[in-house]
């Protein structure tokens, strides 16, 4: 039932969308064939779980997740590498919507997850109504056709599959991975990690799939010792004694040099976060309330500070999230990409200057918060509902500035409509 209920859906309002992405063409068209195989893949893989038990081994089950977590980043990816696209906000709507094929990691409720993965994507899709819908309608049934799709797979999930995925329980756990959808879609690059916690208390408010567990989330990680930090350990600020996997250069975006040892050490007052690549498990632990940390050209990472602290500043980083207890001072974020943020207690301040995708998950701590943002765009303020959920509000990009008859200027809001 559960497995023909999501062929409906790939028969239904994705083919619809398929439809309207080759109408539409150009980079809409080919990103649409990425999201085709990440439904397939997806497709297979509730295939497996209907006819077998759940694989007791956690390795064995992140075996068969890999493909769709290929997928996901594949999407994401195309959307980075077409940031100068005129569909720029197509490919967005889909890059911040498809993680809620990551559903399949959330319990006990992965429906309302879909939900927040559907809302993430309505501010491009306002976008791509407010640019569109005077000009070609086939923009706005394609809008129409990627809602319906979510839409109706958070139905399905909260159907068929209420509490978390549902295994059969019959048959041998599956070991090997996913068989790989047929040829036609590019190869995927190297896989994001969409793992979540199965405990009951579950915030699946966290930034990333594998923060779904809230301030727990530090439970897993390993913990900094001495012997790892540059300043109780000479040894390793030789670079030849630093092992750095993968070799060339970070995106053009954060400059052309080559890539250089990572590095986590405390200098002082000064906690130092340096060219961590695809690095979940960064943990600052110990921290003293005057302590700063400092992030640079961070990639694909998360950094998780506990404990009260002065401030964090977040320099050229790509795709990377900062998750918090509690701040004195502020958080900055610089010449950054795809960055996120949440915090647990208090943050007074927020500045983001020169950034390109900003997301900020709140307390209800931290309603009072002020964000002084410049030369920025793709910010978001998520403010808690109280029942788990957040509500979504783009921080506003456009200014109208007027002369007054005192030539003095007065500058006001322009609100997106759309």
Same mark, same amino acid.
């Given at each position: 039932m559960s497995f023909s209920a999501f062929n409906d859906i790939l028969q239904g309002p994705f083919a619809q969308y398929l439809q309207y992405s080759r109408k &539409?063409?150009?980079?809409?068209?080919?990103?649409?064939?990425? @999201?085709?195989?990440?439904?397939? %893949?997806?497709?297979?893989?509730? =295939? &497996?779980?209907? =006819?077998?038990?759940?694989p007791a081994n956690q390795n064995d089950?992140?075996?068969?997740?890999? *493909? /769709?977590?290929?997928?996901?980043?594949?999407?994401?990816?195309?959307?980075?590498?077409?940031?100068?696209?005129?569909?720029? +906000?197509?490919?967005?709507?889909?890059?911040?919507?498809?993680?809620?094929?990551?559903?399949?990691?959330?319990?006990?409720? *992965?429906? *309302?997850?879909?939900?927040?993965? +559907?809302?993430?994507? =309505?501010?491009?899709?306002?976008r791509v109504l407010k640019d569109w819908k005077e000009k070609d309608k086939t923009h706005v049934e394609w809008v129409k056709a990627l809602i319906q799709i979510l839409t109706e797979l958070q139905a399905f999930v909260k159907q068929h599959h209420t509490t978390g995925l549902v295994w059969s329980g019959k048959g041998a756990a599956p070991r090997g991975g996913v068989p790989p959808p047929p040829p036609g879609a590019p190869a995927p690059p190297p896989p994001m990690n969409l793992s979540a916690s199965a405990d009951p208390g579950v915030d699946r408010s966290?930034?990333?799939? =594998?923060?779904?567990?809230?301030?727990?989330? /530090?439970?897993?990680?390993k913990k900094v010792t001495p012997d790892m930090q540059t300043h109780k350990n000479p040894a390793l600020k030789n670079p030849s004694a630093v092992s750095v996997k993968g070799s060339g250069s970070t995106n053009n975006a954060f400059g052309s040099q080559p890539d250089k040892p990572p590095k986590f050490a405390r200098e002082g007052k000064k906690w130092v976060i340096e060219f961590q690549k695809g690095n979940h498990q960064l943990v600052v632990e110990d921290a003293e309330m005057n302590n700063v940390v400092y992030l640079y050209k961070c990639v694909d990472s998360t950094v998780i500070v506990k404990g009260k602290i002065n401030s964090i500043v @977040?320099?050229?980083?790509?795709? %990377?999230?900062?998750?918090?207890?509690?701040?004195?001072?502020?958080?900055?974020? &610089? $010449?950054?990409?795809?960055?996120q943020m949440q915090v647990f207690g208090k943050v007074p301040t927020i500045s983001i200057d020169k950034t390109d995708g900003c997301q900020i998950y709140l307390s209800q701590e931290s309603l009072d918060v002020e964000i002084v943002s410049s030369?920025?765009?793709?910010?978001?303020?998520?403010?808690?509902?109280? +029942?788990?959920?957040? /509500?979504?509000?783009?921080?506003?990009?456009?200014?109208?500035?007027? &002369?007054?008859?005192?030539? %003095?200027?007065?500058? @006001?809001?322009?609100? $997106?409509?759309?």
């Open positions: &539409i063409g150009g980079d809409v068209a080919q990103h649409s064939q990425l @999201v085709e195989r990440a439904f397939h %893949t997806q497709l297979q893989f509730l =295939q &497996i779980a209907s =006819q077998s038990a759940k089950l992140m075996n068969l997740l890999k *493909p /769709t977590s290929d997928s996901i980043m594949a999407i994401q990816e195309f959307r980075e590498k077409n940031r100068t696209s005129p569909f720029f +906000n197509h490919l967005s709507a889909v890059s911040e919507s498809i993680p809620a094929l990551g559903w399949v990691t959330v319990s006990p409720a *992965p429906a *309302p997850y879909v939900k927040e993965m +559907n809302d993430a994507g =309505q501010f491009y899709t306002n966290a930034l990333f799939a =594998q923060l779904n567990q809230g301030a727990e989330v /530090t439970s897993h990680l @977040v320099d050229a980083c790509k795709k %990377t999230a900062v998750v918090c207890d509690y701040l004195v001072a502020t958080i900055e974020f &610089i $010449n950054c990409q795809s960055v030369k920025s765009s793709e910010m978001n303020v998520l403010i808690p509902k109280g +029942n788990g959920d957040y /509500t979504e509000i783009p921080i506003p990009e456009q200014f109208k500035t007027t &002369i007054r008859p005192n030539k %003095t200027l007065h500058t @006001v809001v322009i609100e $997106n409509k759309g």
